[in-house]
């Protein structure tokens, strides 16, 4: 079962940073955290992963509390393109996903 | 990144039928693959693992004789809707993780079959 909470909804300016929280209290010591999106018709889309330490890639960054109780998935400069559903899941290796219900980000103009 | 290819992308079927999807890891050799099935503004959903050379393992709740897998070999995996009905109409949606262990070993997603049932 899905063991993470998002907001249903958040909306960003272009430009801005979009910053998406995730809460995932029951995480366990050996599960990671990993952020999907998806645009509307489309497979889920990988962004990026974490255990412990904060990540960044080319896309986005990944910051995950030190009780790793919670996670914000920051886009530093949202466009248009960035549009989508983001899920927050928390699994072991890559391995079954469940998904949450995610985060509904609308970047506007 | 590595790509997984869905085939159909869309198909239309008549209630009673099967339909096969076909789900294929077209530059990596996949010995693991998922199966999810999504409703309208709904998230996805897991159905069931699909391991190469042995049987899936299916999600509590899902018909393992309704929802047949089939992953024969390194690079392909079939969904076989049996019997369909309206209620089946969804979209499904495959992943694959790339082999090997460790945390590194990322999963790609194909990008999903719309089944509709009439």
């Known amino acids: 079962d899905a063991k993470t909470t998002q907001p249903p909804s958040m909306d960003c300016a272009e430009g801005r940073a979009a910053n998406l929280p995730c809460n995932h209290s029951t995480i366990s010591g050996n599960e990671y955290v990993y952020w999907y999106r998806q645009i509307h018709s489309q497979g889920p889309q990988y962004i990026i992963h974490?255990?412990?330490n904060n990540e960044t890639n080319e896309m986005a960054s990944l910051i995950i509390t030190e009780d790793r109780k919670s996670s914000t998935l920051i886009l530093p400069h949202a466009t248009l393109r960035d549009t989508a559903v983001y899920y927050c899941i928390v699994a072991y290796n890559f391995n079954k996903f469940y998904f949450g219900s995610g985060t509904k980000l609308n970047v506007k103009p | 990144g590595a790509v997984v290819s869905q085939h159909p992308s869309r198909v239309i079927c008549k209630s009673g039928t099967s339909v096969k999807i076909e789900c294929r890891s077209l530059d990596f050799q996949a010995t693991t693959m998922f199966w999810y099935r999504q409703f309208p503004k709904q998230s996805l959903m897991l159905m069931a693992t699909s391991n190469e050379g042995s049987k899936a393992t299916y999600e509590q709740g899902v018909e393992k004789d309704k929802f047949l897998i089939n992953h024969a070999s390194l690079t392909l995996s079939t969904l076989t809707v049996t019997s369909a009905h309206p209620e089946d109409s969804s979209f499904y949606i495959c992943?694959?993780?790339?082999?090997?262990?460790?945390?590194?070993?990322?999963?790609?997603f194909g990008q999903g079959t719309r089944l509709t049932v009439v």
């Open positions: 974490g255990l412990k």
């Open positions: 992943s694959a993780r790339l082999p090997g262990q460790g945390a590194w070993t990322e999963a790609f």
